[in-house]
Every structure is written in structure tokens, then in C-alpha cells.
């Protein structure tokens, strides 16, 4: 899961920036850059940034970071909240754990306590997971 992967690389940054006293530069673009690999970009950067006028290069950068934005990091944000209201971080926490160590069975289990048997594979397995040629 990307989304979860960027959430815990953009952790790992926020902290060590505050950490270091790295703070927010002025600038739109060095604001927006600094806040995308912090985690602290708001509903309002994304259109800061498609609306960002500059060379083809800040153009094109502006435009990944929204695309990226809404479609990876508030996905995931949104997937949290939805399957893990009140719970986002032990959720995010378990489904890291399982995408770093390979093993699903904490996640599945802990998923289907809370919404019924089988809710991990309806999420995360497509049909054809189990198509022949593949092993369980």
C-alpha cells in the first residue's frame, strides 16, 4: 500500500525536520515541497498547487503533488477513517507491519474483528488471487 508506506516515510521526516529545526521556507514552491514531504499539506495546498504558474519543471511538479496528493495520500487517509474510525494509527501501524514483515494475519484478524470474517480479502484480494498458477 503506497499510501501507507508515504504516510510513514513523510512521519519519519516530519520529525526529523522538527528534530533539526528544519523549518518551512517562504516561498509557494519550497512551501509546498516542504509540507508534501512532511505530511502537513492541507485541503487547500493541493489547489495552491494545480494553480502554481512557473517554469514547465514547477509546473509539472505542481501538478504530480496534487495528482499524488488526492490520489494516493487522501485515499489512504480516507480508507483509515473509513475501516478504522477512532483507530487510524493502530490501523495504519498494523497494515504497515504486515506490508514490511510480509504476514497478513494480525491485519486480517484485527480487520475482521471489527467488520466481519472475511473483510481483509474482500479489501485486499482480487478475484483472481487465487487463480490457478498461484499458491496460497
Same mark, same amino acid.
Given at each position: 500500500m503506497e499510501g501507507a508506506c508515504d504516510k510513514e516515510a513523510r512521519s519519519i521526516t516530519r520529525q526529523t525536520a522538527e528534530r533539526f529545526g528544519v523549518?518551512? @521556507?517562504s516561498d509557494v514552491l519550497g512551501s509546498l515541497a516542504?509540507?508534501? &514531504?512532511t505530511g502537513t499539506l492541507t485541503e487547500g495546498d493541493a489547489d495552491r498547487a494545480a494553480g502554481l504558474s512557473g517554469s514547465d519543471e514547477q509546473t509539472r511538479y505542481a501538478a504530480a503533488l496534487t495528482g499524488y496528493e488526492n490520489g494516493v495520500n487522501r485515499r489512504y487517509a480516507?480508507? +483509515?477513517e473509513e475501516f478504522a @474510525? %477512532?483507530?487510524e494509527g493502530e490501523c495504519h501501524a498494523r497494515l504497515l $507491519? #504486515?506490508?514490511i514483515g510480509g504476514? &497478513?494475519? #494480525? +491485519?486480517g484478524a484485527w480487520l475482521d474483528e471489527r467488520h $466481519?470474517? %472475511?473483510?481483509f480479502t474482500g479489501l485486499f484480494r482480487t478475484p483472481g488471487y487465487f487463480a490457478? $498458477?498461484?499458491?496460497a
Open positions: 523549518t518551512e @521556507p516542504f509540507r508534501d &514531504v480516507c480508507f +483509515l @474510525p %477512532g483507530e $507491519g #504486515a506490508i504476514d &497478513v494475519t #494480525a +491485519l $466481519g470474517p %472475511g473483510t490457478p $498458477g498461484l499458491t
